[in-house]
């Protein structure tokens, strides 16, 4: 049985048990401009492992998608999902510790992913892809999105709002206007077929952006753009 858990409490609990492996930050933590575009949503950040999650939830936090550990730039350990929540809501410890005890070294994205859909029932999802891989590559990691999230969400249909394919490291792939617009085509129309057909997700609003969120750089406009754009379809 779920067990209801104050939302400090809570955070402060998969902070200790899994480390940076799951990251949940609250809403109070966040940038003030992100405060006010995200409201009082819960926001829930996947993808494959190193698509850039928790740079992403590091950027919301401090404006800057690193850390910054001995006065070295450092890029933010890698995550298997990110959160950013601001309400009560039902924590499962016993669900959250059976997955620990059962994936021994790192945890199984889908594994945590499930759990965190169920827990946070979240009101917009942002998915991560690294927009370096192929055509094909990147239509497969699209289309992953019906069973790794889509499939945990039934019951949180009446709470998902939006989803938004941010699609990484547009510094190394977006060579120009032309290439940039080709790909977010592609990976729009392959997350259009993966919500097709489904009378649950008609109403959900769809987005695709490119982000870039290089430590190297010292302005990441993309990512803000695409934050803004998730922002208003979440809360629209």
């Given at each position: 049985?779920?067990?209801?858990?104050?939302?400090?409490?809570?955070?402060?609990?998969?902070?200790?048990?899994?480390?940076?492996?799951?990251?949940?930050?609250?809403?109070?933590?966040?940038?003030?401009?992100?405060?006010?575009?995200?409201?009082?949503?819960?926001?829930?950040?996947?993808?494959?492992?190193?698509?850039?999650?928790?740079s992403?939830?590091?950027?919301?936090?401090?404006?800057?998608?690193?850390?910054?550990?001995?006065?070295?730039?450092?890029a933010?350990a890698?995550?298997?999902?990110?959160?950013?929540?601001?309400?009560?809501?039902?924590?499962?410890?016993?669900?959250?510790?059976?997955?620990?005890?059962d994936?021994?070294?790192?945890?199984?994205?889908?594994?945590?992913?499930a759990?965190?859909?169920?827990?946070?029932?979240?009101?917009g999802?942002?998915?991560?892809?690294?927009?370096?891989?192929?055509?094909?590559d990147?239509?497969?990691?699209?289309?992953?999105?019906?069973?790794?999230?889509?499939?945990h969400?039934?019951?949180?249909?009446?709470?998902?709002?939006?989803?938004?394919?941010?699609?990484?490291?547009?510094?190394?792939?977006?060579?120009?206007?032309?290439?940039?617009?080709?790909?977010?085509?592609l990976?729009?129309?392959?997350?259009?077929?993966?919500?097709?057909?489904?009378?649950t997700?008609?109403?959900?609003?769809?987005g695709?952006?490119?982000?870039q969120?290089?430590?190297?750089?010292?302005?990441?406009?993309d990512?803000?753009?695409?934050?803004?754009?998730?922002?208003?379809?979440?809360?629209?």
């Amino acid at each position: 049985m779920a067990v209801g858990v104050i939302l400090k409490e809570a955070v402060k609990w998969v902070a200790l048990t899994f480390g940076k492996d799951v990251l949940f930050a609250m809403k109070d933590a966040l940038e003030h401009q992100w405060r006010r575009v995200f409201a009082t949503r819960n926001i829930l950040i996947l993808g494959p492992k190193q698509s850039g999650k928790s740079s992403l939830l590091q950027y919301l936090t401090s404006g800057r998608p690193y850390e910054i550990v001995d006065g070295e730039i450092r890029a933010p350990a890698p995550t298997a999902l990110a959160a950013i929540v601001d309400r009560k809501f039902a924590l499962d410890k016993g669900n959250w510790l059976r997955l620990k005890r059962d994936v021994p070294g790192d945890l199984d994205l889908r594994d945590a992913w499930a759990q965190a859909i169920t827990d946070l029932q979240p009101h917009g999802v942002v998915y991560m892809i690294d927009g370096r891989r192929s055509d094909a590559d990147l239509r497969a990691d699209v289309r992953d999105i019906r069973d790794a999230v889509l499939a945990h969400c039934a019951t949180s249909a009446g709470h998902l709002a939006t989803l938004h394919v941010f699609v990484n490291f547009a510094d190394h792939w977006a060579a120009s206007v032309t290439e940039r617009r080709r790909r977010l085509r592609l990976v729009r129309e392959e997350l259009d077929e993966v919500t097709a057909g489904s009378h649950t997700w008609a109403a959900l609003r769809l987005g695709a952006s490119a982000t870039q969120l290089d430590p190297n750089k010292k302005s990441w406009e993309d990512a803000e753009r695409a934050l803004h754009h998730f922002g208003a379809d979440l809360t629209g």
